[in-house]
């Protein structure tokens, strides 16, 4: 299955691939690492539930594709 969501934000270009390469753990998951070039892999996890990426596609400032290639997705319930 693959699974595709567009979004608008009121920021630069710059400032938005930041958030999505540099900074997901300050909006997303706890993320282990950001990514800088095609071939890169992270994971992002909430408490037990996990996934890991790949990044396919990287240009700076305009574009990054992430494949998603593991995960875990048994979330806690509060």
Same mark, same amino acid.
């Given at each position: 299955?693959?699974? @595709? &969501? ?7 270009? &710059? ?6 390469? *540099? ?6 998951? @706890?993320?282990? &690492? ?11 996890? #909430?408490? @037990?539930?996990?996934? &890991? #990426? ?7 400032? *305009? ?8 995960? *875990?997705?048994? #979330?806690?319930?509060?």
């Amino acid at each position: 299955m693959d699974y @595709k &969501k567009e979004i608008t934000f009121q920021v630069s270009p &710059k400032e938005l691939f930041n958030a999505i390469t *540099q900074e997901l753990e300050l909006w997303w998951g @706890k993320t282990d &690492k950001g990514v800088y070039e095609v071939g890169d892999e992270f994971k992002t996890s #909430f408490g @037990k539930a996990y996934w &890991k #990426f790949r990044i396919l596609k990287f240009v700076p400032d *305009q574009v990054v594709v992430w494949e998603c290639i593991d995960g *875990q997705p048994e #979330f806690e319930h509060e």
